[in-house]
């Protein structure tokens, strides 16, 4: 099943409705594409330069592939070497959050989907001006829509 045939068959996915969803993995197993449920709900990371995204240059949104929250717009990726999709300023503050991450023994900041707590990737200090961050994504757990 592709991340669009799930859109469709995905009740919890709306990319107007901001409110937090708390929906247990195992309903989010029997929804998601097993590559999406695998970065989103167990923290899984694609390899590098496999995504789809990680070199898209195309103008316009990037979601949430889980939920449908608005994350990040196109102008503020970045053409990253790390081979996964990278940005330096998400849409809004709130549409996603942060965890202190101590897994394989890194200090490193996890980055969530603030509406269904999805994990996406991680945050470092070394992105470009004029935040300085990058947001180091999952391709998996991004759709992007061009603009018209
Ligand atoms: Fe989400």
Redesign the pocket.
């Known amino acids: 099943m592709s991340a669009t045939d799930s859109r469709t068959t995905n009740p919890h996915y709306s990319r107007t409705d901001t409110a937090h969803l708390d929906v247990p993995d195992t309903e989010w197993k029997r929804i998601l594409p097993d590559d999406v449920y695998h970065v989103a709900r167990e923290k899984g990371t694609e390899r590098a330069f496999t995504g789809k995204l990680w070199d898209a240059d195309g103008l316009g949104m990037y979601y949430?592939a889980?939920?449908g929250?608005a994350l990040f717009r196109s102008d503020s990726k970045f053409g990253s070497s790390c081979g996964w999709p990278s940005f330096f300023e998400a849409i809004r503050p709130d549409s996603v959050r942060y965890e202190s991450d101590k897994t394989f023994g890194m200090v490193r900041t996890e980055v969530l989907?603030g509406?269904?707590d999805?994990h996406l990737g991680h945050i470092f200090d070394d992105g470009p001006k004029p935040t300085g961050k990058r947001f180091c994504m999952n391709s998996a757990v991004l759709d992007f829509e061009e603009d018209k």
């Open positions: 949430c889980v939920c929250n989907c509406r269904c999805s």
